[in-house]
Structure formats: structure tokens, C-alpha cells
């Protein structure tokens, strides 16, 4: 998926960017309670992510004699507001992804593909190959749904975006043993297109 030039703050010659994303998880994962196991597998998943976006950069490059760029999915990142407990990604994954045509935000200020709804974990590689864009995706939210920001246990969905503190103090935690878990993504998995249309 490739789309505009918007990332040269990250580096100067970057064109375009290329877009991979994959189905994030198996669908049974969603129907645990979140906590060790989610947990687990969603840092699972990004790893596999972070292998895609290193190995495709070095294929794009070999193949299309170009410079490519593979982009961290998540962390580490820079910014980072120690009072608000905020931090910003060094790109926004869903911002890019949104413009590559992959999916567009739902109200929980998730990216929502028509095929695999939120289910996604985005991944980027930027590039200095000029390359045609994609269409940009229908949002499929439902307009007078909101039960992603009604049944958030914080009320930290507001205003179309998240304040971190709440989420972050009541999505992550420890066991008593030190285990990293994830003790909440409601958000996600009560969307009515949690795994996109006709599913
Ligand atoms: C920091 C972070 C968090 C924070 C903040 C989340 C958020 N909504 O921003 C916390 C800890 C709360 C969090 C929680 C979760 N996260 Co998180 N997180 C990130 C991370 C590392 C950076 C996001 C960021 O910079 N946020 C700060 C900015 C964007 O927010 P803001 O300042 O309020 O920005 C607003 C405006 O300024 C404007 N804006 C900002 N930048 C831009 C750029 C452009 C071009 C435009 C037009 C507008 C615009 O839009 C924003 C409002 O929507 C990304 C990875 C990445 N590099 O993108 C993953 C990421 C967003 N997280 C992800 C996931 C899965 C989760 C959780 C579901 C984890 C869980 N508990 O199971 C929850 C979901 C909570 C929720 N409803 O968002 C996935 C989302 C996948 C998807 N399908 O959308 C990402 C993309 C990781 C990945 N690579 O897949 N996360
Ligand atoms: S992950 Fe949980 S706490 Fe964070 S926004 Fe979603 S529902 Fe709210």
C-alpha cells in the first residue's frame, strides 16, 4: 500500500511510504478476558511485525534499488510526558495507515479495516521510491454506536481521542511474579466490527 510524502520530518528524502499490516490476532483471543494471554500474544504479534517491516525493507531495497526505512511499530519512541503519562510514537501508525488506504479511525481511535475490523497491527516502511497511491478505505464505524467509549471502564475515550493516563493506569499491569499483562481492551473487543463487515 503506498501513499504521499508527509513523513520527511523522520528523513528528509523519504517519498512515500509502504504500508504492511497484519491480522493481529485469532479472533478467540478476544473472547478471554484480556490479561496474560492477550497480552502476551499482542506483543507476540508486534514483534513478528517489527521482523516484516525489517526484512520487506531490505527486499524493497534489494529488489527496487532504493534507500527503504523500516519504522519501529510501536515503541521505542521520544516524546514523552512523565505528568500526563503521554507519549507519541515516532509516526502515527494509524494516521499513516490511514492514508495508505488501509482502514480508516473508528470512535475508539482505532484503525478499522473493512476485512479484518480493528483486529490490525500497523506496521511502516518509508521510502524515497516514487510510487502511485492507493484509494483511501470507507469507514465502516456505525454512526449512532458508542459503546467503545460507553463501556471504556475510565471513561478515557473523549473527544476523539484517548487521554493516556487513564488508559494506561487501568490497561497495564503486572502479576505478582512480574509477568507485563494487559488487563483491558474493552474498547476493542466490544465493537460491533471488532472483525470487520459480515463476521
Ligand atoms: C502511545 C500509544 C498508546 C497510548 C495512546 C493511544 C492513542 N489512542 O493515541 C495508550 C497507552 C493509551 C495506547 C493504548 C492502546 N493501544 Co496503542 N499505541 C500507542 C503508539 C505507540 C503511539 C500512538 C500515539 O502517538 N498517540 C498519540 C497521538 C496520536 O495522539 P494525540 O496526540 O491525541 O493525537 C490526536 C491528534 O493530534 C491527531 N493526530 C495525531 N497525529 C496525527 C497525524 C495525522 C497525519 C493526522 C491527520 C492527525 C493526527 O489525531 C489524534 C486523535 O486521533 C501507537 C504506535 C504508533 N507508533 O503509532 C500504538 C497503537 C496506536 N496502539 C495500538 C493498540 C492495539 C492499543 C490498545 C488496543 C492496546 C490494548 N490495551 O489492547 C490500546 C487501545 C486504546 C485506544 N482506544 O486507543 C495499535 C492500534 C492498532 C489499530 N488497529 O488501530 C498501535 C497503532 C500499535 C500498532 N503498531 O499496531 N496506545
Ligand atoms: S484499553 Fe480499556 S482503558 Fe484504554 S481506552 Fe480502551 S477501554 Fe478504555
Not at 518509508?126 to 497511491?133: E, F, G, H, V
Not at 481521542?161 to 488487563?183: I, P, S
Amino acid at each position: 500500500m503506498f501513499q504521499r510524502n508527509f513523513h520527511q520530518y523522520i528523513w528528509d528524502a523519504c517519498r512515500y511510504v509502504i504500508a504492511s499490516f497484519r491480522v493481529n490476532l485469532p479472533k478467540g483471543l478476544t473472547k478471554l478476558k484480556s490479561s496474560l494471554i492477550y497480552g502476551h500474544f499482542n506483543n507476540f504479534s508486534c514483534s513478528i511485525l517489527d521482523k516484516i517491516t525489517f526484512d520487506g525493507a531490505k527486499i524493497i531495497e534489494e529488489k527496487l534499488n532504493c534507500f527503504s526505512l523500516p519504522m519501529p511499530f510501536d515503541n521505542p519512541y521520544e516524546y514523552w510526558d512523565e505528568y500526563k503519562l503521554k507519549g507519541k510514537g515516532l509516526i502515527s501508525m494509524k494516521h499513516t495507515a490511514i492514508v495508505c488506504g488501509i482502514g480508516a479511525l473508528g470512535k475508539n481511535t482505532l484503525l478499522l479495516n473493512p476485512k479484518y475490523g480493528n483486529e490490525l497491527t500497523i506496521g511502516a516502511i518509508l521510502t524515497d521510491l516514487d510510487l502511485k497511491s492507493d484509494d483511501l478505505c470507507e469507514n465502516i464505524c456505525i454512526k449512532e454506536c458508542y459503546k467503545c467509549i460507553e463501556n471504556c471502564p475510565v471513561r478515557a475515550i473523549q473527544d476523539g481521542k484517548v487521554v493516556q493516563k487513564l488508559c494506561r493506569n487501568n490497561a497495564y499491569g503486572k502479576t505478582k511474579r512480574g509477568f507485563d499483562t494487559v488487563e483491558c481492551n474493552i474498547c476493542r473487543t466490544v465493537f460491533p466490527m471488532r472483525y470487520g463487515i459480515n463476521k
